[in-house]
Each structure stands twice: as structure tokens, then as C-alpha cells.
């Protein structure tokens, strides 16, 4: 009987390493090996170009607490999205993100190499790359917005908020969708805000000036479907921002430092609406061409690249060509040609695109760096 028991057991855990999806790896980046883990949905196949949501722990929190707690995994099964939970470095023993805080390691750095790094993996829609994050890791997502959105469409923020120095440094160029979800009752990251950063409101009045918003919100009372959980909650919607974008506002009415709608109960959690799949519903409204004007078409399947990740030779592959230029994904022109075959080595490591013309056709490509 123990011997059936332990083959039981046996194909029990073998079933379910085969069964994962969440892979654990690394990246070197600022001399420093950082970790992370992917989750990826049993629908991927790699056929077609697919979102990636990067989803940043807390303060003294990490990547596979982040995982469970935000619960991504239904949405992700669902809407065929890979999900990346990186790790902070470690602050007095803790680990942190880097969000405005002052010197130290370069998280922004590092998050542009992992999604770089994660689309030279897998089939990543370069248009389709979202930030959201807990606490110190809404944080970061707005450091990213501000720092980082030639690569990041839009963020989300739960109960975080940005530093008085982010705030003061931070220079979009650009109108950057942001969701922000707060509770009144934060004992961590205080709705009035604290010393060294904003108070919620003023965080949200930021982002709808940056995106030349509508300053008058469309409300609504969120139905309270739990009256148990201890709190309520009002969204605020500010619409007619600059090409489409707007600034969604989840206001936690008694709510604490906690994500609304986690399977796991921290203090008071709102439990009236799902914050993960609110935030995807946000995100998939934007698209990085928005904003910067990079489209990724191919009319008629004109040309191919080869190879693709490429290191330093690029072929093009196809009819003959009138003209072809590699831009970068905030759209600046990197080289002109009309040869098919182009010298890329002097490119730094990442996404760009390949613009071709031919003829009556116009295609562009994507082309990964490394």
C-alpha cells in the first residue's frame, strides 16, 4: 500500500510539472542576473502575436506572491495573454523596485531588457506591452509611464502612487493611459498622501492634465454585490484625452492597502469588482501606435526577414524593393536603404520595424534585435 502511495504521489507531481506554465529565468542586466517568471497560457502557440502584462510585487513582497495574489491566470488563460512577474532587488533586506526613490540600480533599465528579452522568446504584440503593479509596484508602473512608454502602452496602479521626486522628473512626451485603484483607509500608501509622495487625487489630477483629459469625470457608483467586505466603491472615468486616451479612477471607499477582488482576504478588500480583469479591460482599449505612430502591416505579404532575431547581417526576403528604412518604436528613422541585404549590428539589443516599399505595396515587418 505505501509503495502505491508513493506511486500515486509520483505521477501526481508528474502530471503537474507537466502541466506548468509558469517558467522561472533570468537576465543579465546592469551587471546584475535578475528573475522573473513568465506564465504562459495553454492557448499560446506562437502563431500569432500576443499581449504581455508585466505585473510588479510590493515592498517586501516578491514574484510568485504577486502571482497569486493578483490572480491573473483565469484572464490570461482566457484572453491568450503572457504574463511576466519580475523580481526587485533587495533594499535593507527587502525586496523593492526603484521607483523615483534616488540612486541605485535601474530598474527601468532592466524592465526595457526583460521585454526585450521576453519578445526575442516569444510572439509579443510590441504594441500590446502593459505595466501594472502593487504598491511599490504601482510605483514603478508610473516611473515606467513616465520613463518607459516608448515600450509600455498604458499602466495600472494599485494602492501606489509616485514619489514627489518621480513627479517632479517625470517628462511623458506622450499622453499615457493610466488606471489608478485606491483604498481611503490605506495605512501604507495613504490616500491623503505622506512624505515623499503624492496624494491620490493629485496623482490622478496629474495623468488627466498630461493627457489633456476631460477634468470632469464620468461617475459611477460600482453595485455593492458584497456588503460584507467592509467597503465600497466609485469609479471616476476621464475621458477625451489626446488620441483616445483617458484616466480610469477606482476609488476604494474604506478599502485598505489591498487588491480588490484577490482571492486572498488582506485587511479590508473590496470584493464588488475584480481589479485584474478591470485592468485588462482598460488595457486593451491602447495600443503603443497610438501614441507614437508605429503600425505593424504587411499588405499583400510582400517580404520576409531573415533571420528573425537577427545579430548583424538582416536579408529581406521577397520582391524587389524601392526603398526600406528600420525605425525604432517611438518611430525615429535608424537607417535608409535599398539593398536587401542591411548591416544591423550597430543596433542596440530590441524591437524595431522594418519598412518596406515595393512597387504599390507598403509592408512592414518587426524585426528583434540581439
Given at each position: 500500500?505505501?509503495?502505491?502511495?508513493?506511486?500515486?504521489?509520483?505521477?501526481l507531481?508528474?502530471?503537474?510539472?507537466?502541466a506548468?506554465?509558469?517558467?522561472?529565468?533570468?537576465?543579465?542586466?546592469?551587471?546584475?542576473?535578475?528573475?522573473y517568471?513568465?506564465?504562459?497560457?495553454a492557448?499560446?502557440?506562437?502563431?500569432?502575436?500576443?499581449?504581455?502584462?508585466?505585473d510588479?510585487?510590493?515592498?517586501?513582497s516578491?514574484?510568485?506572491?504577486?502571482?497569486?495574489?493578483?490572480?491573473?491566470?483565469?484572464?490570461?488563460?482566457?484572453?491568450?495573454?503572457?504574463?511576466?512577474y519580475?523580481?526587485?532587488?533587495?533594499?535593507?533586506g527587502?525586496?523593492?523596485?526603484?521607483?523615483?526613490?534616488?540612486?541605485?540600480?535601474?530598474?527601468i533599465?532592466?524592465i526595457s531588457?526583460?521585454?526585450?528579452?521576453?519578445?526575442s522568446?516569444?510572439?509579443?504584440?510590441a504594441?500590446?506591452?502593459?505595466?501594472?503593479?502593487?504598491?511599490?509596484?504601482?510605483?514603478?508602473s508610473?516611473?515606467?509611464?513616465?520613463?518607459?512608454?516608448?515600450?509600455?502602452a498604458?499602466?495600472?496602479?494599485?494602492?501606489?502612487?509616485?514619489?514627489t521626486?518621480?513627479?517632479?522628473?517625470?517628462?511623458?512626451?506622450?499622453?499615457v493611459p493610466v488606471?489608478?485603484?485606491?483604498?481611503?483607509?490605506?495605512?501604507?500608501?495613504t490616500?491623503?498622501?505622506?512624505?515623499?509622495?503624492?496624494?491620490?487625487?493629485?496623482?490622478?489630477?496629474?495623468?488627466?492634465?498630461?493627457?489633456?483629459?476631460?477634468t470632469?469625470?464620468?461617475?459611477?457608483?460600482?453595485?455593492?454585490?458584497?456588503?460584507?467586505?467592509?467597503?465600497?466603491?466609485?469609479?471616476?472615468?476621464?475621458?477625451?484625452?489626446?488620441n483616445?486616451?483617458?484616466?480610469?479612477?477606482?476609488k476604494?471607499?474604506?478599502?485598505?492597502?489591498t487588491?480588490?477582488?484577490?482571492?486572498?482576504?488582506i485587511?479590508?478588500?473590496?470584493?464588488?469588482?475584480?481589479?485584474s480583469?478591470?485592468?485588462?479591460?482598460f488595457?486593451?482599449?491602447?495600443k503603443?501606435?497610438?501614441?507614437?505612430?508605429?503600425?505593424?502591416?504587411?499588405?499583400?505579404?510582400?517580404?520576409?526577414?531573415?533571420?528573425?532575431?537577427?545579430?548583424?547581417?538582416?536579408?529581406?526576403?521577397?520582391k524587389?524593393i524601392?526603398?526600406?528604412?528600420?525605425?525604432?518604436?517611438?518611430g525615429?528613422?535608424l537607417?535608409?536603404?535599398?539593398k536587401?541585404?542591411?548591416d544591423v549590428?550597430?543596433?542596440?539589443k530590441?524591437?524595431?520595424?522594418v519598412v518596406?516599399?515595393?512597387?504599390?505595396?507598403?509592408?512592414?515587418?518587426?524585426?528583434?534585435?540581439?
Amino acid at each position: 500500500m505505501k509503495k502505491l502511495q508513493l506511486l500515486l504521489a509520483f505521477i501526481l507531481i508528474s502530471n503537474l510539472i507537466t502541466a506548468q506554465t509558469t517558467i522561472i529565468d533570468s537576465i543579465l542586466s546592469g551587471g546584475i542576473y535578475r528573475n522573473y517568471r513568465v506564465y504562459v497560457p495553454a492557448a499560446y502557440t506562437g502563431a500569432s502575436a500576443r499581449p504581455l502584462i508585466l505585473d510588479l510585487h510590493g515592498y517586501t513582497s516578491n514574484a510568485i506572491q504577486e502571482q497569486a495574489y493578483s490572480n491573473f491566470k483565469p484572464i490570461a488563460d482566457t484572453a491568450n495573454i503572457i504574463m511576466v512577474y519580475p523580481n526587485g532587488t533587495l533594499l535593507s533586506g527587502q525586496p523593492y523596485w526603484n521607483a523615483g526613490f534616488g540612486p541605485g540600480v535601474n530598474d527601468i533599465q532592466f524592465i526595457s531588457n526583460l521585454i526585450d528579452s521576453i519578445s526575442s522568446q516569444y510572439n509579443i504584440d510590441a504594441n500590446s506591452v502593459y505595466s501594472c503593479g502593487m504598491s511599490n509596484g504601482g510605483y514603478m508602473s508610473h516611473t515606467l509611464a513616465c520613463a518607459l512608454n516608448n515600450k509600455i502602452a498604458a499602466i495600472a496602479s494599485v494602492t501606489g502612487t509616485m514619489t514627489t521626486l518621480q513627479h517632479s522628473t517625470c517628462i511623458p512626451n506622450r499622453a499615457v493611459p493610466v488606471m489608478q485603484i485606491s483604498g481611503t483607509n490605506d495605512p501604507t500608501v495613504t490616500y491623503t498622501g505622506m512624505s515623499g509622495s503624492l496624494a491620490i487625487d493629485s496623482v490622478v489630477h496629474y495623468w488627466v492634465a498630461n493627457n489633456n483629459c476631460n477634468t470632469t469625470a464620468v461617475f459611477n457608483n460600482v453595485p455593492n454585490i458584497n456588503s460584507t467586505d467592509g467597503c465600497t466603491a466609485e469609479h471616476y472615468v476621464y475621458n477625451g484625452g489626446t488620441n483616445g486616451s483617458s484616466v480610469e479612477f477606482y476609488k476604494i471607499i474604506g478599502g485598505a492597502h489591498t487588491w480588490p477582488g484577490s482571492p486572498y482576504t488582506i485587511a479590508v478588500t473590496n470584493q464588488d469588482f475584480n481589479a485584474s480583469e478591470k485592468i485588462w479591460l482598460f488595457f486593451r482599449k491602447y495600443k503603443l501606435n497610438q501614441f507614437v505612430g508605429v503600425n505593424e502591416i504587411s499588405n499583400n505579404n510582400t517580404i520576409d526577414l531573415f533571420p528573425n532575431p537577427c545579430t548583424d547581417i538582416l536579408t529581406i526576403e521577397g520582391k524587389e524593393i524601392s526603398s526600406l528604412q528600420i525605425i525604432d518604436i517611438t518611430g525615429k528613422v535608424l537607417i535608409t536603404s535599398t539593398k536587401k541585404q542591411i548591416d544591423v549590428s550597430k543596433l542596440v539589443k530590441g524591437i524595431y520595424f522594418v519598412v518596406c516599399v515595393s512597387g504599390n505595396n507598403r509592408s512592414v515587418k518587426k524585426l528583434i534585435k540581439i
